[in-house]
């Protein structure tokens, strides 16, 4: 019997690398070694969660669909009323030249933030911010290491309605998926998988879901979860190669009489799921489906 608390394993969990303690990070404009980026303790992203953010590859010296990440983050920021203050094109010169300074060329993650800035007095409305936005870039050298798959816990947390928190915005309002991956983690799983409002599996709290059952892909409806730009993928490599593919809404029963389940994202891609509330998902290894759809994606990404 492995234990929990020795044996936890994540999406995003990675190979130590030690260029990553000499990383520079792009803060408002200027480069600086880690131990100098820093913000401001009013900044309304560390008060109050008030800001957006995208994650990116680097696979063979590209970013991965960079141009689909940009517009998200923008379209986020627009979404909250957020002026980032640089156009598209500047944000991306901004990921190369922080790039270029650390000199990376594949296997990197770069996270994007941008906050409403700096904060005259540590209180709600967004008026008070008077200073910003803030936006860091935060790249590091990163390849995944998932010593097994991944393991499942469904949690009381749930992916809630638009006129709460609309769960297709990359916001750093976290604290719902922060609060069901510590659920399953005490539950003796890695990740949370999450319902929707109407009892239907929608997503864990980092990543987008999908099954396989009998030859055929599923994944949640999509009204409930993040609009994530791998899952548009997988579910595009499906119907460009003839696997049938549906998002739809399936229930627990049908998720734990799968053939195969495997989570999507932009630092892992495609990762599979062994286990969920217990119970074995197919044979408890990588699919036939999942080792396909990751050799597809391999491709679209090396093209």
């Known amino acids: 019997m492995t234990d929990p608390k020795t044996d936890h394993v994540s999406t995003h969990q990675a190979e130590e690398d030690a260029r990553n303690e000499e990383i520079l990070i792009w803060v408002n404009g ?3 070694p880690k131990a100098q ?30 141009d689909e990440h940009i517009d998200r983050l923008f379209e986020a920021a627009k979404a909250i009323d957020l ?52 936006m860091v870039i935060i ?27 609309d769960p297709k915005l990359n916001s750093h309002s976290k604290l719902n998926c922060i609060l069901a991956c510590i659920a399953a983690e005490k539950a003796g799983a890695d990740e949370a998988l999450m319902l929707d409002v109407h009892g239907f ?46 998002e739809r809404n399936f229930s627990l029963v049908d998720t734990y009489g799968a053939d195969e389940a495997f989570l999507t994202g932009t630092f892992g891609a495609q990762t599979p799921v062994g286990m969920i509330d217990g119970r074995v998902i197919g044979t408890g290894q990588m699919g036939p489906m999942t080792e396909l759809l990751r050799g597809l994606y391999k491709t679209m990404v090396g093209a």
């Open 37 to 66: 980026a820093m913000v401001s303790v009013y900044d309304s992203g560390f008060m109050l969660g008030d800001g957006v953010w995208e994650g990116i590859r680097l696979y063979n010296n590209r970013w991965s669909f960079l």
């Open 201 to 246: 599996v929608n997503t864990t709290n980092a990543c987008n879901f999908f099954i396989v059952r009998k030859g055929q892909v599923w994944t949640s409806t999509g009204d409930y979860c993040m609009n994530g730009i791998t899952r548009g993928k997988v579910i595009d490599l499906c119907r460009s190669n003839g696997i049938p593919v549906f």
């Open 83 to 134: 002026t980032i203050g640089l156009t598209k094109a500047q944000v991306a010169q901004a990921i190369l030249d922080t790039q270029a300074a650390n000199g990376m060329t594949t296997d990197a993650h770069a996270r994007l933030m941008v906050t409403r800035g700096v904060k005259t007095r540590p209180f709600q409305h967004p008026k008070l911010s008077q200073r910003g936005p803030t």
């Open 139 to 165: 790249m590091e050298h990163s390849r995944q290491k998932l010593p097994r798959p991944i393991r499942l816990a469904t949690v009381p947390h749930l992916r809630g309605l638009p006129m709460t928190q």
């Open 30 to 32: 200027a480069i600086v």
